[in-house]
């Protein structure tokens, strides 16, 4: 590569350290140049100020690197089977269907009216309150 580019576009990135466009192109003639070590610090500060930059990526990838193409075909990953149970384990469709309406649901009297907690006076130990009473809710 042409050793007098290099040098100009280090020049300008140190002039204007926040153009990604810039220091992306330095980085890449540095890759092609076969000065990988020299890209990875510019494409360290591309991909902190843009993470998702696909040619951030494949540029620093070929810095360290790795192969462009993979030299060997990937083996075929097989797909984990549906699952059909909640995280716990347990099917709950399942033992639904399995259960119907033989389990009737708990707490559940048939009511339409919900009358709430039903007062009590003192303890079921027989020991007093420790909450004051007032003369209205002693009646």
Known sequence: MDDALITSLSAAVVAAPDDLTL??????????AGRGPEAV???????AADPESAQARALMAAALGAPATPSAPAEAVPEPPQQTSAPDGVDWASLEADLGDAVPPMFVDGSSTDDGP????????????PWPTS???TR
Do not use: E, Q
């Open 23 to 32: 220091r992306l192109h330095l980085a890449d003639l540095l890759v092609r």
């Open 41 to 47: 610090a510019h494409l360290a500060v591309a991909l």
């Open 118 to 129: 039903s007062p009590t006076r003192g303890r079921s130990n027989g020991a007093a309150s």
């Open 135 to 137: 003369a209205a809710s």
